[in-house]
């Protein structure tokens, strides 16, 4: 997702971010909010080794989402709402 740093895993996609350089809307609605702009800022001025511990923790925590599987989730066709 990073031109610069393809083949790489590091912090160069949020310092695009910052620029306003990023992929994804969603990324971009990251700047929109205080509080995570600041974590992003947060990220970009510590460690390296400090984001893969911070992604690793995120990591943790999505795989304690009860994800719905099978006849019990479904796919929609517009995020915001439910398929009629």
């Given at each position: 997702?990073?031109?610069?740093?393809?083949?790489?895993?590091?912090?160069?996609?949020y310092r695009q971010v910052i620029k306003?350089?990023?992929?994804f809307e969603s990324d971009a609605a990251?700047?929109?909010?205080?509080?995570?702009?600041?974590?992003?800022?947060?990220?970009?001025?510590?460690?390296?080794?400090?984001?893969?511990a911070e992604f690793a923790t995120s990591?943790?925590?999505?795989?304690?989402?009860?994800?719905?599987?099978?006849?019990?989730?479904?796919?929609?066709?517009?995020?915001?709402?439910?398929?009629?």
């Amino acid at each position: 997702m990073d031109p610069g740093s393809r083949k790489t895993f590091d912090l160069g996609y949020y310092r695009q971010v910052i620029k306003r350089r990023g992929l994804f809307e969603s990324d971009a609605a990251l700047l929109n909010n205080s509080e995570t702009k600041s974590k992003i800022l947060e990220l970009l001025q510590g460690s390296v080794e400090n984001f893969f511990a911070e992604f690793a923790t995120s990591m943790e925590k999505m795989g304690r989402v009860n994800v719905k599987t099978g006849t019990e989730g479904e796919i929609r066709k517009h995020c915001a709402f439910v398929n009629s």
